[in-house]
Antibody, heavy 121, light 110 residues
Framework: EVQLVESGGGLVQPGRSLRLSCAAS????????MHWVRQAPGKGLEWVSG????????DYADSVKGRFTISRDNAKNSLYLQMNSLRPEDTALYYC??????????????WGQGTTVTVSS | QSALTQPPSASGSPGQSVTISCTGT?????????VSWYQHRPGKAPKLMIY???KRPSGVPQRFSGSRSGNTAFLTVSGLQADDEADYYC???????????FGGGTKLTV
């Protein structure tokens, strides 16, 4: 069974940093593109960042570009999101999402349960 | 990086059919084979219902179907059931190998 388990969320002050992790199991991790997608309270889904199987392709939403860094460790079947200079508008439930694609995004298909990030003083 | 456009709400009675639209541009919905639809219930992880415009993952009922015309994709739910009540989101590959764009979501009421 494919499983994605996020961790690392919490309450953080504006301007501080947080690192999210996602532990993957039940599939060949390095055969797939991976994403982070978030949902702010009362809002819709927002794609945050994605990374290809070998980290050769990486992209970010404009709203986080320059502040967030996505990475992966295929040996540990893990995905990460380093979030710096956090803002109140980054408050959201952050999902780790597996994609059907290898080198390019085709169809995000399996989602974790999410980890909550709250940015507030 | 504009979000795809979905109607905020849709509704139908049990047994009826409802169609939800998702409008983008020729750079995403209209020019990509990779349009997906998700069902999202409160407190649950989103569930993939349609991928590559028209394909259904294993386990998704045939009552759910996808189509596209120009820059607009459609999700049709036939034979509505109470259990179909949820938020539905579309997404599309949007270039740069990795970029994905989501619609604003449609709340389906049965």
């Amino acid at each position: 069974e494919v499983q994605l388990v996020e961790s690392g969320g919490g309450l953080v002050q504006p301007g501080r940093s947080l690192r999210l992790s996602c532990a993957a199991s039940g599939f060949t991790f390095d055969d797939h593109v991976m994403h982070w997608v978030r949902q702010a309270p009362g809002k819709g889904l927002e794609w945050v960042s994605g990374i290809g199987w070998n980290s050769g392709s990486i992209d970010y939403a404009d709203s986080v570009k320059g502040r967030f860094t996505i990475s992966r460790d295929n040996a540990k079947n893990s995905l990460y999101l380093q979030m710096n200079s956090l803002r109140p508008e980054d408050t959201a439930l952050y999902y780790c999402v597996k994609d059907m694609g290898l080198a390019i995004s085709t169809s995000p298909d399996v989602w974790g349960q999410g980890t909550t990030v709250t940015v507030s003083s | 990086q504009s979000a795809l456009t979905q109607p905020p709400s849709a509704s139908g009675s049990p047994g009826q059919s409802v169609t939800i639209s998702c409008t983008g541009t020729s750079s995403d919905v209209g020019g990509s084979d990779y349009v997906s639809w998700y069902q999202h219930r409160p407190g649950k992880a989103p569930k993939l219902m349609i991928y590559e415009v028209t394909k259904r993952p294993s386990g998704v009922p045939q009552r759910f179907s996808g189509s596209r015309s120009g820059n607009t994709a459609f999700l049709t739910v036939s034979g509505l059931q109470a259990d179909d009540e949820a938020d539905y989101y579309c997404s599309s590959y949007a270039g740069n190998n990795i970029h994905v764009t989501f619609g604003g979501g449609t709340k389906l009421t049965v």
